[in-house]
């Protein structure tokens, strides 16, 4: 049977460019797929066609079960979708917005109260709730959005880079209300360049690229496809890096990366927890001083280099939001994905 969001062969053209070039989506009643790929890939493309914002130039979708071309009135109905929809009323306070949206879509007075002040408190905007929209700086007004998109809980769910622009502590509670969300019974479809949320949130991922699924399973199949765990080293003096390296060579099954900066040496290895013990009873065993030891599974940093080549970029401001930032071609550079800055 197919699931709650279903999509078959769907292309869209603008011109030379291909945004979807095929594109075929399932996501099952209740769960969440995570639509991971860089800037240009065809992400927002994909949520505007599901949510029948645009028209494909070819391929059939159903959402809910119903058919997105023919019924789009029906579908957006039972749909929700983060940023567009939501229409913050500029000269209405941040509560008032909610309660609105609350009371439009026919829940009692006082339920959508108690959602508003719910809402309120998890996006950290409980102290301008009673100011009016238009004083809310940019971060705030990206948060009052996301509320707002959260005041009901439709039965399927869209967001498109739901936590772009949004600081660690906003993002770490946009994903705990998300999680409350699915636990409650809804299909989201999200997209994110951030490969760490893909992990957090998704049980299943579909990297997109060029606008094509180039990869799809769970966060774990997919590391998995890249083969490869590492062991990792952080030694505690400059002066052991090089017999640590030494030593890992020794256990590794490819080339050492030693970061002279972090005192760290990485190697591939196959062998588990087992070899891991070897290699820090031979560490002690030569006197190599270590500060942190461990076994590395792939990153989906790790597995997005594999299958595209390039890093997915995650470019990050504060106010940034989807469909912003975009490279002329549509492409992103080819600078490397930090992780500590992806999380900030
Ligand atoms: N309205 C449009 N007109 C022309 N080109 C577009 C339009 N919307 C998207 N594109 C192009 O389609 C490609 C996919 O864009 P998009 O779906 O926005 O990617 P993503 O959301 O993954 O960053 C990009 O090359 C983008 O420039
Ligand atoms: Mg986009």
Do not use: C
Request: aromatic share 4%; hydrophobic share 40%; charged share 30%.
């Amino acid at each position: 049977m197919p699931g709650a969001i279903f999509a078959e062969g769907l292309v869209k053209t603008f011109g030379d460019v291909r945004a979807l070039d095929g594109v075929d989506l399932d996501v099952p009643e209740g769960t969440v797929l995570g639509l991971l790929g860089p800037n240009g890939a065809g992400k927002t493309t994909a949520v505007r066609v599901l949510t029948t914002l645009l028209k494909p130039d070819s391929g059939t979708a159903r959402v809910a079960g119903i058919d997105v071309l023919k019924k789009p009135h029906e579908v957006r109905r039972s749909i929700g979708l983060s940023g567009q929809f939501a229409a913050v009323d500029e000269y209405l306070t941040g509560r008032e917005n909610l309660r609105m949206v609350g009371q439009l879509y026919q829940m009692s007075a006082r339920d959508a109260k108690a959602r508003a002040s719910r809402l309120l408190d998890r996006f950290n905007l409980a102290d301008a709730a009673d100011r009016i929209a238009k004083t809310y700086s940019g971060g705030m007004r990206r948060r009052l959005d996301l509320a707002a998109a959260l005041v009901v809980s439709p039965p399927v769910m869209f967001m498109d880079e739901p936590t772009t622009g949004l600081d660690p502590r906003n993002r770490q509670q946009l994903w705990e209300v998300i999680e409350e969300l699915v636990a409650g019974g809804t299909t989201l479809l999200l997209t994110t360049q951030y490969l760490e949320e893909a992990d957090r949130l998704a049980h299943d991922i579909a990297v997109v690229d060029h606008g094509k699924v180039i990869a799809r399973g769970t966060s774990d199949q997919l590391k998995a496809r890249t083969g490869g765990e590492r062991v990792e080293v952080v030694v505690h003096q400059a002066g052991h890096i090089a017999p640590a390296d030494e030593v890992l060579r020794g256990f590794g099954k490819g080339e050492s990366k030693v970061e002279e900066h972090t005192r760290k040496i990485t190697v591939p290895v196959s062998g588990g927890a087992k070899l891991l013990a070897e290699v820090i009873r031979e560490l002690d065993a030569r006197g190599i001083e270590i500060d942190d030891i461990g076994l590395r599974r792939p990153t989906l940093d790790d597995v997005f280099i594999s299958l595209t080549g390039h890093v997915a970029e995650a470019e990050e401001a504060e106010g940034q939001g989807p469909g912003s930032g975009k490279a002329p071609d549509g492409r992103p550079g080819h600078k490397r994905h930090d992780r500590t800055e992806a999380a900030s």
